[in-house]
C-alpha cells in the first residue's frame, strides 16, 4: 500500500503537494479553493501507475464533511479511465491483506491487521483497523510505517493489548482504551513478550517470553594484551537445536511464563525451568493458568510429546493434567470454567499424523477423544457460548471452512472459503475468532484477491473489505479453475488448479510451468497467489496441485508417502501434466517445472526422471537427505519421523530418496535458487546439487537471495527476485518458434 498518513491537514495545502507529485491533475486544484484552509483528519492510500496518474484515493474522514467531499468528487473524479494491463512484478508493493482479525466480546465490531508494504524500504508493515460488524465506519486505530498487529480485546471490551514498534524499533506490548483510544506501553522488556492472554477480571495479562540463559563454556582464552584487538571468543555450543530457520543462531535460554499487572510494571516471572512454555490461558476465578510444554528428560530427542499443565499462580507449583505418548497442546477453557478443550493425538513416529480435538476436566480427569471420526485435522478451536460444542477450521480438499462440532462429534460446516495469508504462492492459511453471542470474523479468500475481511452470524456470511480493489480495477488477473484426474500409479484422484493467463484464448498453444508446494504435509488451495498470477501474467499457464502426502485429505492420503518421499507422487504430478495438454492450449514442446522446499525436492527427482521440460528451477531444495537431516534446524525431528533409521544406520535407505542419487540422468537445464541465511533447506543442499550438474556439463545457474530465509519473500523485493528470476530462466530457454503465446 502506497500511503500518506495526514492529521490535521488543510485540504489547500494537501491538494496543491499532490498535484506537484503529479498524482492529481491541475484542474482538480479547484477543489482545494473550495475547501480552503478546512482542516481535517484523514488516512489516505495512494496507488500510483505508470506516468504518474493517480488511480485510487482511498480516504476516512470526519463526517461533517463526508456529504461535501462525496459531491465534489462525483463532479471531479480523481481516478481517470485506465488502459487494463496485466500484473507488473512491483505490483506486490501495492497488495493489501487482511490478517488476525479479532471480533468484540459482544460481537458488534472487529478489529483486523491491515497488512501493506514500503516500496522506499522494501519492508512489510501493518497498522490495526476497526469496523461495525455491518460493515459500517471502517477507520484505522493506528497509522504509520510501522508493525502494529496482536489485537486482543479485554473481556468487558473495553480495551486491547496489542504488539506494536511505534516508538522505535524495538517491540512493546501495548494497552489501548477503546473509549478514548488512548495508548499505553505496557512492557520496555529486552524481549517481546509472545501469546498474551487477558485475565477473566481484566486486571492481568499472562504471557510467555523468551528469557536469556548465560551458556557457559569450557574454552578459556588467555587474556589479551591492553590495546589488543582480537577476534570475537570461539561460540560453544552443545544444545542439539542451536540454529532456527529466520532466526539465525540461536541465544541460549527458554521460553517462560509470567504475569503482568494492567498499570504496568515489572513482569513476574513465574516459570524457572530449562523447558519451553506454550501460551498461557487463565482459570476463571484468576487463580490459575493452563499451558503446554514438553517437560521430558529427553526433550529433544522427542520433539512431539507435550502436556497440559496447570500452574498455580500464588505459589508457581505445576501439575501435569495429561500423560499420554504425543502431543497435547492448545488448551482452551470452557465458558462454564469446568473443562480444557485442546488438541493432540497419539504419537506413532509418522511423518502425518491427524490433530484431534479431546476434552477433559480442568483436573485432567474424565478426558475425550471428540472428534474421533473426523479424518481432517482440527485447527483454531474455541467454545460456544452455551458450551455444548466448540467451533474450528480446517483444511478441506483445497478449501480452509469453518465449523462447529458437538461434544458427541457431530460435525457441520459454518462457512467456506477462508483464506488467503499465504500471499506468495496458494498456501491454505486462515484464522478466525468468536464473539460472546456466536458472530465470527475470518480471513475470506479467493482465488481473485489475498485474504480480506469476512464476517458471519451462522446464518449468513458477508465480505467487509476489498482491499486491492483499486489495483485489480485496471489489472488483468488470470482465471484459475479446478481440475481433478486419476494418478498413473494407483488410479488415485488427485486435485489441481490450472492457471490461464489474462484475455486467455484456448485455441492457442500456451506454454506450461508445474508448481509444486512444499511441506510435503501441506496443501494447496483455491485461494490467491502472486506468485502464479505473475507467471501467468508472463503469458505461461500454470499446473498447481496437491499430490499424495498432501493435508486436507485425510491420514491415509496423507501418509502414503510415509518413509517413500519422493516417490509416487513424481507419478501423480506427471499424470497431471498429460491431463492438462489433453485439454489442447498446451505447448508440449513449451513445458517447465518448479517448486520450493518440498516442492524443489520433487523438482530436483522430477529432472532426474524424465527430460520432457525444457528447463526448471529448483527453490530451496533438499537434494542429499543424509547431510539434510544433520544440517537442518530439525535434526530429532526429520531423522525420527521421515525416517525409520538414523542416516549412518541406513544409508542406502537416504540415498536412494534423494535427487542427487539421478543426477547422472539430468539433462534438463536448472537454475537452483535459495537464501543465503535459509536454515531449513540450507543453501548448502543447493551447492551440492549446482556442483554435481557443473560435473555433469548440465547447464545451470545458481541464484543466492542475500539475507534470505527459508520463508523467501521476508522482504517483497525477494519475492521479485524470486520470481523474476525463474521467468529469466524459463525464457532463456522457452522455445518461441513451438506453439503460439495468447497475449
Known sequence: MGGFFVKKCKFQTLFIFLHFLKLIPANCLFLAGILGQTSVILY????????????????????????????????????????????????????????????????????????????????????????????????????????????????????????????????????????????????????????????????????????????????????????????????????????????????SGNMQLFTLPIEGGTPRQLTFTEFDHDAPIWSIDNQHLYFSANYHKEEELTPLDDEIYQLAVNDGSIKALTKRYGPDFDPVLSPNG??????????????????????MDIDGNNSILISKGFDRDIQNIAWASDGKGLYFQYDDKGDTKLAFISLSGKVSVITENLGGLSLGRPYNAA?????????????????????????????????????????????????????????????????????????????????????????????????????LQAFAAAGYVVLYANPRGSSGYGEEFGNLIHHDYPNHDYDDLMSGVDAVIKKGFVDEKNLFVTGGSGGGVLT??????????????????????????????????????????????????????????YVGNVKTPTMLLTGEEDFRTPIAESEQFYAALKLENVETAMVRIPGASHGIANRPSNLIAKIASILAWFEKYKNENEGEVGM
Not at 151 to 166: A, T
Not at 347 to 356: A, N, S
Not at 447 to 463: E, I, M, Q, Y
Request: hydrophobic share 35%.
Open 44 to 251: 489516505l492510500s495512494i496507488t500510483k501507475c505508470v506516468g504518474g496518474k493517480i488511480i485510487t484515493l482511498k480516504y476516512t474522514m470526519m463526517k461533517s464533511l463526508l456529504k461535501t467531499l462525496v459531491l465534489l468528487f462525483a463532479i471531479t473524479p480523481l481516478s481517470y479511465g485506465q488502459v487494463q494491463s496485466n500484473l507488473q512484478l512491483i505490483d506486490i508493493f501495492n497488495m493489501e491483506f487482511v490478517s488476525d482479525p479479532q471480533i468484540s466480546p459482544d460481537g458488534s465490531k472487529v478489529i483486523y491487521v491491515r497488512n501493506f508494504k514500503d516500496v522506499m524500504t522494501d519492508q512489510n508493515h501493518s497498522n490495526l483497523w476497526i469496523v461495525n460488524f455491518d460493515g459500517s465506519n471502517n477507520r484505522p486505530l493506528t497509522t504509520g510505517n510501522q508493525n502494529d498487529f496482536y489485537p486482543r480485546w479485554s473481556h468487558d471490551g473495553k480495551k486491547i493489548i496489542f504488539k506494536s514498534n511505534m516508538a522505535d524499533e524495538k517491540m512493546k506490548l501495548y494497552m489501548m482504551w477503546m473509549d478514548t483510544k488512548e495508548i499505553v506501553p505496557l512492557t520496555n522488556t529486552s524481549k517481546t513478550p509472545e501469546a498474551v492472554s487477558w485475565s477473566y477480571d481484566d486486571k492481568f495479562v499472562a504471557f510467555n517470553m523468551f528469557v536469556p540463559k548465560k551458556q557457559g563454556s569450557i574454552v578459556k582464552m588467555p587474556e589479551k594484551p591492553e590495546g589488543a584487538k582480537w577476534n570475537t571468543p570461539p561460540t560453544y555450543i552443545t544444545d542439539m537445536n542451536y540454529r532456527g530457520d529466520g532466526q539465525g543462531y540461536l541465544e
Open 604 to 661: 530436483a527427482w522430477i529432472v532426474g526422471k524424465t527430460n520432457r521440460f525444457k528447463a526448471a528451477v529448483v527453490a530451496k531444495p533438499v537434494i542429499n537427505w543424509y547431510s539434510f537431516v544433520l544440517y537442518a534446524d530439525a535434526p530429532s525431528f526429520f531423522s525420527k519421523y521421515w525416517f525409520p533409521n538414523k542416516p549412518w544406520e541406513d544409508p542406502t535407505n537416504y540415498l536412494k530418496r534423494s535427487p542427487l542419487s
Open 338 to 359: 469446568k473443562k480444557i478443550a485442546y488438541l493432540g493425538f497419539d504419537d506413532k513416529h509418522k511423518g502425518y499424523q491427524i490433530k484431534r480435538l479431546n476434552v
Open 431 to 531: 484464522s478466525f475468532s468468536l464473539s460472546n453471542n456466536n458472530r465470527f470474523a475470518f480471513t475470506l479468500g479467493g482465488t481473485n484477491h489475498p485474504a480480506d475481511l469476512g464476517v458471519s452470524d451462522s446464518k449468513k456470511s458477508r465480505r467487509l473489505t476489498a482491499l486491492n480493489d483499486d489495483l485489480f480495477s485496471f489489472r488483468n488477473l488470470a482465471n484459475v479453475e479446478e481440475i481433478w484426474w486419476e494418478s498413473s500409479y494407483d488410479q488415485r484422484k488427485i486435485q489441481g488448479w490450472v492457471v490461464t493467463p489474462p484475455n486467455f484464448d484456448p485455441s492457442k498453444k500456451y506454454p506450461m510451468i508445474l508448481e509444486i508446494h512444499g511441506g510435503p504435509f501441506a496443501s494447496y488451495g483455491s485461494v490467491y497467489s502472486f506468485e
